[in-house]
């Protein structure tokens, strides 16, 4: 009773382990969208392409793989619904169908349910993330299917041995069939006879005697094999013209290429890859939130504490070591086989040579470098040294810190990718909800849309070119669109659209505008949309050319002044902080630059004053450096004062002056009425205010000295009256605004 409740309480606490880290592996799949060309083209190819049958024979013909015409409606599942729930949903059962599948034929094959749950354990704990086509968050649902039939056909040919029936072995064809979806398990065809030869009701006799024995059994495999490849053949012939897929080209693949791709796809399946540049993601998930390194240890203590359960005991103790050996021998050659077919391809070699170390099947590979693993602990179990008990405490608090360590980068390394890819999945999303405003449902059919920066490569290799986001579109809203990087053409209406994100931060923003006349880069109303939110930014511009006066600009219809310079514009944005998108309009009289608008973030608006005073005719450039420069007076000199305001300001204009001669009187008027008189002298700064109602615009002050000007010495040709310096304008704080 004691034995039964102690295992019911290991068992407990296994699945508790084995909850604990699903959730904590695969909850940000949550926040992945596309992370291929594959995937974001996959998504649309449906619609593009009038159906998904008439989608399946066109992507059939050109890869010339006729089981695309079985498995393309699978690859649509995921895109059935626009809606990031049922994506999720989708990738979750893919992966649950998977592992139940490896769970179920491990134990066939091994006759241990034990074993099967540590390949699990091992397999989730070092799950490796990255942008090349991994099967952990890309392809969802249609890998992982080919993969799932593989593993059940292997159980189920297990159970036809075991058994002796006949008809689970034609079972087994069918689901080894329909794995050669993809053709990596086409060479996987030689397990069926090992496991022919090795079966646990195997007693006596030869190998050859043992096939003949089960060549009923075997058969059903050697029929659905022969099927694929006439079918495969027959395929390729009539489609011969049609099919120029380069990852079917053998022109120019070489030996040394051939075994660097089995060798660098295939022992990536082992934890490696997460090692490199260890320092550098770390670095780059504490900068995001230090809060992200504590799910990470959390899923390496579980990890550790999991693997640790099973290994305290001895594994695999009804197989014969001589058993364990073989079964890892033929593991390990199975994490490299698994990329045999790739290897001779041209293409993929090429990836290798520029820096390319995982692709698809290192994913699985990784399966089967699981089972090395565990196959390994089962026979280290079985050492003299781990027998004893101080032994198995030293070895299996090693193994423990041995498997922290390692889930520990694997954790680092995939946060730093998920990472990536979510700030990558905020380009679509962002799109999605331009989409869905007032601004793009208004541009009509046919129209240009002008979008340089849209197109361009962001992160990962989810690259989406101008001709995608029209087939986008027209998927999505069914709206034609015309998407340019170099212009629009004439007697076409035309729109602006850019996309601007930053490097590593959640912090992105794409701008509509109806462009203004033939040059497409100015607009004087424009739309700025934002995912999650752009509340509280800042958000800086230029206008176009001279301006009349000082422009008037709204947000959302609210006027405002943001005028900071004579061609520059400084605004902080509206928009509720805490909500998952923004859109705010801009309008203004003047064009705006729309190429150089910029949202900049932890910043205050560049003009800090409603007012602006600066030097006007009559005055000689600056002399001097810094707060200390200054300007001679020729004399008729005036000062600008420009309120920005759409109100009368009372303004308090002031600075230091001394005339070149060695006394003077500067007179300060506007409007033809004299402001103030201030005695000057040489050599000696004297500082002067006034103050004056200044309406809306531009006002002028003249300053003027009693005496005329003259030169200072024979070298210098110039007149001079007076110098000024440290002239500012402010509200004057007695009076009005």
Not at 574 to 593: M, Y
Not at 715 to 721: E, Q, V, Y
Request: net charge positive; glycine share 8%.
């Amino acid at each position: 009773m004691v034995n039964d409740e102690t295992t019911a309480a290991i068992s407990r606490f296994r699945a508790l382990l084995y909850l604990i880290l699903v959730l904590l592996v695969f909850y940000p799949l949550a926040y992945v969208g596309y992370t291929t060309n594959d995937d974001a083209q996959l998504a649309i190819v449906t619609k593009q392409l009038g159906g998904i049958f008439p989608a399946a024979h066109f992507q059939a013909a050109a890869l010339g793989r006729f089981m695309v015409m079985i498995s393309f409606p699978i690859t649509q599942i995921p895109y059935l619904v626009d809606d990031p729930i049922w994506s999720f949903g989708v990738k979750i059962f893919g992966f649950a169908v998977l592992f139940s599948t490896v769970y179920w034929s491990i134990t066939k094959v091994f006759r241990s349910s034990a074993f099967a749950l540590l390949v699990l354990a091992i397999i989730v704990a070092f799950m490796q993330n990255g942008w090349n086509h991994d099967l952990f968050t890309s392809y969802p649902l249609i890998f992982n299917f080919y993969a799932a039939c593989f593993f059940a056909s292997v159980g189920l040919f297990s159970m036809a041995l075991e058994i002796r029936s006949v008809s689970k072995a034609w079972a087994a064809a069918l689901l080894y069939f329909f794995s050669m979806g993809t053709e990596v398990f086409v060479s996987f065809s030689f397990i069926f006879p090992v496991l022919a030869v090795t079966a646990t009701n195997y007693r006596s006799g030869g190998v050859v005697a043992c096939l003949r024995g089960r060549l009923r059994f075997l058969l059903p495999i050697a029929a659905g094999l022969a099927t694929y490849l006439l079918a495969y053949v027959a395929w390729r012939y009539v489609y011969a013209a049609h099919h120029s897929y380069d990852g079917n080209s053998f022109t120019g693949a070489s030996v040394s290429g051939f075994f660097k791709v089995i060798f660098y796809y295939g022992v990536n399946g082992f934890p490696i890859l997460s090692f490199h540049g260890l320092p550098s993601k770390f670095g780059e998930v504490y900068r995001q939130s230090p809060f992200l390194i504590l799910p990470i240890v959390i899923k390496a203590l579980v990890a550790s504490a999991l693997v640790v359960t099973f290994i305290r005991k001895p594994m695999l103790s009804e197989l014969s070591t001589t058993f364990i050996r073989r079964a890892l021998g033929v593991a390990l050659a199975l994490v490299f086989l698994v990329n045999l077919l790739l290897a001779l391809t041209s293409k993929y070699q090429a990836w290798v040579e520029i820096g390319s170390r995982s692709f698809t099947y290192t994913f699985y590979s990784m399966i089967f470098a699981a089972i090395v693993l565990s196959l390994s602990l089962a026979l280290a179990s079985r050492s003299d040294f781990i027998r004893q008990n101080v032994g198995r405490r030293i070895s299996v608090g090693l193994i423990g810190c041995l498997v922290f360590l390692v889930a520990g980068a694997v954790g680092v390394n995939n946060q730093f990718y998920f990472q990536d890819q979510a700030l990558s999945n905020r380009k679509w999303k962002l799109f999605d909800f331009v989409m869905k405003s007032e601004e793009f449902r208004a541009i009509p059919e046919g129209a240009v849309i002008y979008a340089p920066s849209l197109p361009a490569h962001q992160r990962g290799i989810a690259q989406a070119l101008a001709p995608y986001w029209n087939a986008y579109v027209k998927a999505k809203v069914g709206k034609s669109v015309d998407f340019r990087t170099e212009g629009c053409e004439a007697g076409k209406p035309c729109y602006y659209m850019s996309f601007t994100q930053d490097v590593y931060r959640d912090e992105q923003y794409m701008v509509l505008a109806r462009s203004d006349g033939n040059d497409r880069r100015f607009a004087k109303t424009f739309s700025i949309y934002a995912v999650p939110h752009i509340g509280g930014r800042v958000l800086n511009g230029f206008f176009s050319g001279a301006r009349n006066g000082v422009p008037s600009m709204s947000v959302n219809g609210i006027s405002v002044n943001a005028v900071a310079d004579e061609r520059m514009f400084s605004l902080r944005l509206p928009g509720d902080v805490g909500a998952r998108s923004t859109k705010v309009n801009v309008s203004s009289e003047q064009p705006i630059f729309l190429d150089q608008l910029i949202v900049a973030i932890g910043t205050e608006p560049i003009h800090v004053a409603p007012v602006q005073v600066r030097l006007s005719q009559g005055f000689y450039p600056l002399e001097g450096t810094g707060d200390e420069a200054w300007s001679w007076s020729g004399g008729g000199t005036v000062v600008e004062v420009e309120n920005f305001r759409q109100e009368s300001l009372r303004v308090s204009v002031s600075g230091e002056v001394n005339s070149i001669h060695p006394e003077d009187t500067l007179v300060v008027s506007a409007g033809g009425r004299v402001l103030r008189s201030i005695s000057l002298r040489s050599g000696e700064w004297t500082n002067f205010s006034v103050v004056l109602d200044v309406p809306t615009g531009v006002s002028k002050l003249e300053l003027c000295g009693r005496k005329a000007a003259i030169r200072p010495s024979a070298a210098d040709p110039r007149l001079l009256s007076f110098r000024l310096r440290g002239l500012k304008g402010e509200l004057n704080k007695l009076g009005g605004q």
